[in-house]
T-cell receptor, first 115, second 110 residues
């Protein structure tokens, strides 16, 4: 039982390059989230999904796209990376939004550097 | 959209009890209050969750008043390893978003 797995864990990009971060969960959770965390700062919600085939914008969605084609996977894409997107990205999943048992399970993070 | 509000930082010494309060005026009726702990270079991890009154587990207690507009995380007899950032998280009215506040950076000194 792996929980929430993020790949890759580290990546260096040049400005303008594209990439996709993969989040996979094996807990059959409906809700999945992508957050970014800049050094010394809190977590900011990028996009989220309330079930397979659905996605929605969070606090800071610009420059990112997401897809949830399969329930267990939530992909975060950067079409044209910018230095401002240098951050640690965390994926999380939960059984429910905020009810009982709705705690978030986080991945280990993906550290992205854009030069 | 109102976020949760917590003190930015707190200092304590080993063996003391630490209480961290979070205000969440727009909490949704059916949503629980959940606290997370985050160490550097790691994802946040679940500490405790509650809906009202008091909840206690092996690591912390959570106190929630009747109006549920705030909550207090209590860490008994902290140790150096409790140095971390603590976040409270609640579901907010009319939204599926789960937005973290700034968190409280707890520093425990020997």
């Amino acid at each position: 039982n792996a929980g929430v797995t993020q790949t890759p864990k580290f990546r260096v990009l040049k400005t303008g390059q594209s990439m996709t971060l993969l989040c996979a969960q094996d807990m059959n959770h409906e809700y999945m989230y992508w957050y970014r965390q800049d050094p010394g700062m809190g977590l900011r919600l990028i996009h989220y999904s309330v079930g397979e085939g659905t996605t929605a914008k969070g606090e800071v969605p610009d420059g990112y796209n997401v897809s949830r084609l399969k329930k267990q996977n939530f992909l975060l894409g950067l079409e044209s990376a910018a230095p401002s997107q240098t951050s640690v990205y965390f994926c999380a999943s939960s059984y429910s939004r905020g009810g009982a048992g709705g705690e978030l399970f986080f991945g280990e993070g993906s550290r992205l550097t854009v030069l | 959209l109102a976020k949760t509000t917590q003190p930015i930082s707190m200092d304590s010494y080993e063996g003391q009890e630490v209480n961290i309060t979070c205000s969440h005026n727009n909490i949704a009726t059916n949503d629980y209050i959940t606290w997370y702990q985050q160490f550097p270079s790691q994802g946040p991890r679940f500490i405790i969750q509650g809906y009202k009154t008091k909840v206690t587990n092996e690591v912390a207690s959570l106190f929630i008043p009747a109006d549920r507009k705030s909550s207090t995380l209590s860490l008994p007899r902290v140790s150096l390893s409790d140095t971390a950032v603590y976040y409270c998280l609640v579901g907010l009215l009319n939204t599926d978003k789960l937005i973290f506040g700034t968190g409280t950076r707890l520093q425990v000194f020997p």
